[in-house]
């Protein structure tokens, strides 16, 4: 609904300049043409507006999201495991857990998503680790710039592996075959994802964490106690 | 982002009882988990503010662009073939006019694009047609009701065919594999689209008419002109 092109009026020159010193009904449907591409700008500029305004309110709530996300994380820091679970009980995110991983994220105490300030131009994802036997940093980031100009573009942490412990190195590629596993998400690992920036356009992985785990973990991370509890007991 | 889940509370009652009487550890869990959803009833309620918001600006410039719309819909129809021709330069709408249907759909005049009063409900694609060896309707309408609840379903206008121009039988049903257009998109003809209301969620074509061609139609009916225009001159 708000998109954008501003590109028509040089276009309508090109057109206008072309037609020059043609027949009378070529210059009835210039003069239309000409209508019309004036709606198109107003419509343009309307566009242009609602988006800003949107953006606004976007920001607005972001804003006042911050900190009760903030205060969420630090209660979540005393759940042990609770980013893990959420994960792994998450149907796409879990198929992307190698076995290995799984012994790894157990670290995962604290995960944020951060907007840019300009909320258009990206967003970060932020790993935070207890000390572990993977790797020597406390925070994993995966930045996405997205917007305004430049192609989008993606960058992560280097990750700093102890010796023998690089995860995206022997991974086990027959994971998805065994198992219910069912989505794998292009089948890469996490670490395998983390570090692969090659499409940050399309980024399934990202947006899931960013617009779904992240929006409301607690969900994921309650899923099976519930099941469990409503199951039907077969065993008696 | 705005995503909305308001069921966590009901999850953690079902937890909260399951876990009754456990360890001290059980009870601190549990204590984290409802600060948790606390802060999930604070964010959802957040997203419900900023959909609200959201959608009543969307509302106020839907309601400024409509009598442009109008308007320009008037100018266009003293532009011969606009639509057609729009529909034709259009990189994926083009590939689903079949043959015959080219013949028919010069006799389009004017396209409407109408959201429903509460924009989230659905909207309708209006197409309005000259007289026509074709059919009798003036108008055929293709409703999309999409919320907020019950399950999305779409609408056609039962077209009256005259005798033996019934476009959607006897489509040619190869005219994919030749010509250079690209994309299928599942293969429809115009009018196989038009009456066919199996999943109006994903419907593709729908929202092209909708987001795109609607929106700028101009740009589609100027496009080949620019490039003949800038079109290098070889054959000197
Ligand atoms: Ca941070
Ligand atoms: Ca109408
Ligand atoms: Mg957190
Ligand atoms: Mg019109």
């Not at 010193?21 to 070529?26: A, E, Q, T, V, W």
């Not at 979540?76 to 679970?85: C, H, L, R, V």
């Not at 899931?208 to 008696?236: C, G, R, S």
Request: glycine share 4%.
């Amino acid at each position: 609904m708000l998109k954008m092109s501003h590109d028509s009026s040089k276009k309508m020159k090109k057109v206008c300049s072309s037609i020059e010193g043609g027949s009378d009904l070529d210059v009835a449907i210039q003069k239309n043409l000409e209508a019309v591409d004036v709606f198109q700008i107003e419509i343009d500029n309307l566009n242009m507006k609602a988006s800003e305004e949107i953006l606004k309110i976007e920001q607005k709530y972001n804003q006042q999201r911050k900190p009760i996300f903030k205060k969420r994380g630090e209660v979540i820091k005393n759940i042990q495991n609770f980013w893990f679970t959420a994960i792994m009980n998450h149907p796409d995110l879990s198929s992307i857990v190698d076995e290995r991983e799984e012994e790894c994220l157990q670290f995962l105490n604290k995960i944020e998503v951060e907007e840019f300030e300009d909320i258009r131009s990206g967003y970060q994802i932020e790993f935070h680790f207890d000390e572990n036997p993977f790797f020597e940093n406390a925070v994993l980031i995966k930045e996405f710039h997205l917007e305004p100009v430049g192609s989008p573009n993606s960058q992560s942490t280097q990750i700093k592996w102890k010796d023998n412990n690089d995860l995206t190195k022997n991974t086990d590629n027959n994971f998805g075959k065994s198992g219910g596993r069912k989505r794998r998400l292009e089948s890469k690992s996490f670490f395998l994802w983390f570090i692969d920036n090659v499409d940050p356009v399309s980024d399934d992985i990202a947006e899931i964490f960013k617009d779904d785990l992240w929006q409301n973990p607690l969900q994921y991370y309650l899923v099976p106690d519930i099941e469990e509890t409503n199951a039907p007991e077969n065993d008696e």
